[in-house]
């Protein structure tokens, strides 16, 4: 059984900060790539950044230039940064790694932004 465990979710401000982590196992994290989804009530889970090949990143258009994915390959951790936080960034995020069909998934952890 692989274990995505994330933390650092919460409540926010409009305009606030979070960083969000995820530990993988050390095999599936130098191996898969390692990405960030979200999913808000009703709606179906997308895409909001993740490493391609490499260290190559990519965003949802809705994040970029305020979202940040980074890794620390000593600690087997992959990070989001998120700033400017607005209230429709409001959801479960969940860390995935993939590799090709595997794919394994984090529990999540809820994000709110609201004043």
């Known amino acids: 059984q692989v274990q995505l465990v994330e933390s650092g979710g919460g409540l926010v401000q409009p305009g606030g900060s979070l960083r969000l982590s995820c530990a993988a196992p050390g095999r599936i994290f130098s191996r898969y790539a390692m990405g960030w989804y979200r999913q808000a009530p009703g709606k179906q889970r997308e895409l909001v950044a993740t490493?391609?090949?490499?260290?190559?990143?990519i965003y949802a258009d809705s994040v970029k230039g305020r979202f940040t994915i980074s890794r620390d390959n000593a600690k087997n951790t992959v990070y989001l940064q998120m700033n400017s936080l607005r209230p429709e960034d409001t959801a479960v995020y969940y860390c995935?790694?993939?590799?090709?069909?595997?794919?394994?998934w984090g529990q999540g952890t809820q994000v709110t932004v609201s004043s």
């Open positions: 995935r790694a993939g590799l090709g069909p595997m794919v394994y």
């Open positions: 490493f391609s090949s490499g260290d190559t990143a």
